[in-house]
């Protein structure tokens, strides 16, 4: 007898962790969890296409390459706030910076 098994998470040409068949990144279910504390059954009403093993099967992937996708999740930190540094203010922003100004 064979036995085949199946994962529910891939890697693309690039190395990105996927969650097999779907469009959504392991790391996104990872930020998910990071950020919001998000429970795995709570994952599953954010993202009801998705059935609690492929959830569990990414939370998993994250917790094997947490050093690798921590440092990912903190380079993109980094790259937001860098970017929002470089931001200009925003014309709703002038104009509502304006009105406090005339109170």
Do not use: C
Request: aromatic share 6%.
């Amino acid at each position: 007898m064979t036995t085949q098994i199946q994962s529910l998470v891939e890697l693309d040409e690039s190395g990105v962790a996927w969650i097999s068949g779907e469009k959504v990144k392991v790391i996104e279910l990872a930020i998910d969890k990071l950020a919001h504390g998000t429970s795995p059954e709570e994952m599953h009403t954010q993202f009801p296409h998705l059935s609690l093993a492929q959830i569990y099967a990414g939370l998993a992937y994250y917790y094997e390459h947490q050093d690798e996708l921590d440092a990912e999740i903190q380079k993109r930190w980094d790259l937001v706030n860098e970017l929002a540094s470089r931001a200009s203010e925003t014309p709703l922003q002038s104009r509502l910076r304006e009105l406090r100004k005339s109170r």
